[in-house]
């Protein structure tokens, strides 16, 4: 079992940057990828950006690349998401989830088996 809390969130404008965090504890962290998804209102759940196990391979959305950066200190059991650039656009709740797979090519939401509660983000124009 692990358990994730995310933080960092917040009410920015556009242009401005955040680093999100996802805290986790329970099992060895080291042992799953992480994933960062985002749920606007009346939106399903998307993929914004994952991380492997090790921190070696990261995958991103087409809206993410270029202005998204995931990476992991697993000395630290933290995953971040440095979100620069940031649109109106990006505004939503954004959830940390790890998979057993270990893949950063995991980008479904039933690939993942632990969710954090999230963090809302708001991008103002």
């Known amino acids: 079992q692990v358990q994730l809390v995310e933080s960092g969130g917040g009410l920015v404008q556009a242009g401005d940057s955040l680093r999100l965090s996802c805290a986790a504890s329970?099992?060895?962290?080291?042992?799953?990828?992480v994933g960062w998804f985002r749920q606007a209102p009346g939106m399903e759940r998307e993929f914004v950006a994952a991380?492997?196990?090790?921190?070696?391979?990261?995958n991103y959305a087409e809206s993410a690349k270029g202005r998204f950066t995931i990476s992991r200190d697993n000395a630290k059991n933290t995953v971040y998401l440095q979100m620069n650039s940031l649109k109106p656009e990006d505004t939503a709740v954004y959830y940390c989830?790890?998979?057993?797979?270990?893949?950063?090519?995991?980008?479904?939401?039933?690939?993942?088996?632990?969710w954090g509660q999230g963090t809302q983000v708001t991008v103002s124009s």
């Open positions: 989830a790890a998979t057993t797979s270990g893949s950063s090519r995991s980008v479904q939401t039933y690939e993942y088996d632990y």
């Open positions: 329970g099992r060895t962290f080291s042992g799953y990828a």
């Open positions: 991380i492997s196990r090790s921190g070696a391979f990261t």
